[in-house]
């Protein structure tokens, strides 16, 4: 068994591995489809590592520029998580996510004491066929340059509500260069009577499959499906482009019973881990 610094010749063969394990691995195969090998540039270009097992692949794990950690390796041992920490040196990291039970043997491994979390909770993963969603007749739209300031505000909240970000002023900041970049990253807007009441990204896009990120509806327009309509209207674009498939992770009860309306089906667990600062390792804890 190893656990070696991926190279460009491994390109395919993790492909083909993040792909049997498709629903739990979007961020890694969104970011080595986009940046590949190499990128040391952009906040989610990706230093990837991969595990074998004699001739076989059975492992897969990344490091974004930006400090956040990803894995699908489903099979490794324990010793597999402790080398991967040695490996990561003395990098600085912001939080992990993916399937529960590996992002909980890898901050195992790295010793991170539960204080030094946000959040750290696992969420519902949930899988829906494209082909099984209803048209749908609502509005959306791109975000423009004139509802950077809503978004603002709707992103500052969603921050502060889901625990991402405990401190408003670094919440707000956020919000800001997020509300920049919704008007050319997919993010959609559903609009009624001409305003904006919901919003929805995509925070991730491989081949055929999305992975929906990003719903929220302020307080002022809560407990009317509006985040149903606005997940709902988006995929049916989304398929109209070309996806197959559509997966999310849920950060609440009420949401999780907006998707399953919807059509999605619970397949498994997600785990968010953020920290509440960046955290350099090898700093003692």
């Not at 986009?34 to 074998?52: C, K, L, M, N, V």
């Not at 807007?189 to 919003?199: H, M, S």
């Not at 009860?253 to 953020?274: P, Q």
């Amino acid at each position: 068994m190893s656990l070696r610094v991926a190279a460009g010749q491994d390109i395919p063969a993790m492909q083909t591995f993040l792909g049997r394990h498709a629903d739990s691995s979007m961020f890694l195969r969104s970011n080595l489809s986009r940046h590949g090998i190499g990128d040391t540039e952009h906040p989610d270009g990706t230093t990837f590592w991969i595990h074998e097992t004699a001739d076989r692949l059975d492992g897969v794990l990344g490091v974004t520029n930006g400090g956040y950690l990803m894995a699908q390796a489903p099979d490794a041992p324990a010793s597999v998580w402790k080398d991967w920490a040695s490996a990561l040196g003395p990098g600085t990291i912001r939080g992990m996510t993916g399937e529960d039970g590996q992002v909980l043997c890898a901050l195992e491994a790295l010793r991170l004491p539960a204080d030094f979390f946000s959040i750290n909770h696992a969420e519902p993963l949930y899988s829906l066929e494209l082909d099984r969603l209803a048209d749908s007749r609502d509005v959306v739209r791109p975000p423009t340059v004139d509802d950077r300031t809503v978004l603002t505000g709707w992103y500052t909240s969603l921050m502060l509500e889901t625990g991402l970000v405990r401190d408003p002023d670094r919440a707000r900041a956020e919000a800001e260069t997020r509300a920049q970049a919704a008007e050319t990253d997919g993010t959609r807007l559903l609009i009624e009577d001409g305003v904006p009441v919901a919003t929805v990204s995509l925070n991730a896009q491989v081949a055929d499959m999305v992975q929906v990120g990003g719903v929220f509806v302020p307080a002022s327009h809560r407990n009317r499906g509006l985040g149903r309509r606005v997940t709902a209207a988006r995929l049916v674009e989304s398929r109209a482009l070309g996806a197959r498939k559509a997966v999310l992770f849920s950060n609440n009860d009420a949401a999780s019973r907006g998707y399953e309306a919807i059509g999605f089906d619970l397949v498994g667990a997600y785990r968010v881990a953020m920290l509440k600062a960046p955290y350099k390792l090898g700093e003692t804890t």
